[in-house]
C-alpha cells in the first residue's frame, strides 16, 4: 500500500517507520529531520528497534496515495488540509490530538476519512532518529460510529505492518475519552512544569479530575455515551502508565512553542452548554503563557 504520513515529527516519524517496513511510506516534514533521512534512512530506537528508508519530503503538494495519515498538531489541521487537497487519496486517517480535526480534514478533502488515536509513545531523538518509549496501540473507525469496511481494509494494512491495530465502532466516545484524559494531564503537567505523575497527588488531582469530569459532561451533552466514572478512570490509568512521561504540552512549554489547548480543553469549553469552569480556567492559563511570549 502507498501510504503519505503528513506529519513527520515524533509520532508521524515512528508510525511511518513501522509502515515502512511493509509499505511503501513518504513521510512530509520538515529540515534537517527530511534531509537526514534521505542521507541516512530512519532510525528507530528504544522498546522498537528498525532502520528504513522510507522517502521523505518537504513538500506535501501534488501527492497521491492509497492512504494519508495525518499527525500534525491540531492548530495545523487546516493548513494540512488545504495543502493535502492538493493530491488524491483513497481514504485519510487522522491520528490527532483534539476534537474536531476529523471535520475540518473532511471540509477540504474529497477522500473519505476516518478517526483515529494513537498510544504509541515516540520522541525525536536527533534527525533521521526517532526512540519508541512505549508500545500502543492505533484505534480507527468511522468518525460517526458504527461499521466501516473501509475502516477495516486500513486496519488490515496497518496491522500488517507489524503495528498493534484495533478497528472500533465507537470512535466518537474513544475521541471524547481521549479528549478527557489530555484534558487533565495536558495543561495541569505544562502549567506545573511536572512529569505525568505529579498530577496522582494532591493538589493536581482535584483539577485534573474535574477537567476529566467536566469533559465526560459535555461528551454527553453531545450525544456520545461517556461517563464521568469512566472518564477519570481513564485519567487514572493513563497517567499511571505513563507516570515517567513529559506530555505533549509541557514539552511545548518547554521548548517555548504553541500548544493544542484549543482542540482539547478549549474545544469543550467551545463544546460545552453549562458552565466548565476548570478547563475554562487552564484555557485562560495556558493561553496567557502563550499570549506572553507572542505565538497567538
Not at 169 to 195: F, S
Not at 276 to 295: I, M
Amino acid at each position: 500500500m502507498r501510504i503519505v504520513v503528513f506529519g513527520a515529527g515524533s509520532l508521524g516519524s515512528l508510525l511511518g517507520g513501522l509502515l515502512a517496513r511493509e509499505h511503501r511510506v513518504t513521510l512530509v516534514g520538515r529540515d534537517p529531520h527530511v534531509s537526514a533521512i534521505r542521507e541516512n534512512g530512519l532510525r528507530i530506537s528504544g522498546a522498537i528497534e528498525a532502520r528504513v528508508s522510507p522517502n521523505a519530503t518537504t513538500d506535501g503538494t501534488d501527492l497521491a496515495a492509497d492512504l494519508v495519515l495525518v499527525t500534525v498538531k491540531s492548530y495545523d489541521t487546516a493548513e494540512a488540509a488545504r495543502t493535502l487537497s492538493t493530491g488524491e487519496f483513497g481514504a485519510v486517517l487522522s491520528l490527532q490530538n483534539g476534537i474536531g480535526n476529523e471535520e475540518r480534514l473532511a471540509r477540504d478533502l474529497d477522500s473519505p476519512v476516518l478517526a483515529g488515536t494513537a498510544s504509541y509513545g515516540a520522541a525525536l531523538e536527533k534527525p533521521s532518529e526517532v526512540a519508541c518509549t512505549g508500545v500502543g496501540r492505533v484505534v480507527l473507525g468511522s468518525p460517526e460510529g458504527g461499521e466501516s469496511a473501509l475502516a477495516a481494509r486500513v486496519g488490515e494494512a496497518v496491522a500488517g505492518a507489524g503495528v498493534e491495530t484495533a478497528v472500533a465502532r465507537d470512535m466518537p466516545r474513544r475521541l471524547w475519552e481521549k479528549c478527557a484524559v489530555n484534558a487533565g494531564i495536558n495543561p495541569v503537567t505544562a502549567l506545573a512544569g511536572t512529569e505525568n505523575g505529579a498530577i496522582l497527588a494532591e493538589p493536581a488531582w482535584p483539577i485534573a479530575r474535574e477537567a476529566a469530569r467536566e469533559t465526560a459532561r459535555v461528551a454527553r451533552e453531545n450525544g456520545v455515551a461517556l461517563s464521568e466514572e469512566t472518564a477519570v478512570g481513564a485519567l487514572r490509568r493513563v497517567t499511571s502508565a505513563t507516570r515517567e512521561n513529559t506530555s505533549s504540552m509541557a514539552q511545548d512549554l518547554g521548548k517555548g512553542r504553541r500548544t493544542e489547548i484549543d482542540a482539547i480543553n478549549g474545544a469543550v469549553v467551545e463544546h460545552a452548554r453549562r458552565e466548565v469552569p476548570t478547563n475554562a480556567l487552564l484555557v485562560g492559563l495556558v493561553k496567557t503563557w502563550e499570549n506572553s511570549r507572542g505565538l497567538r
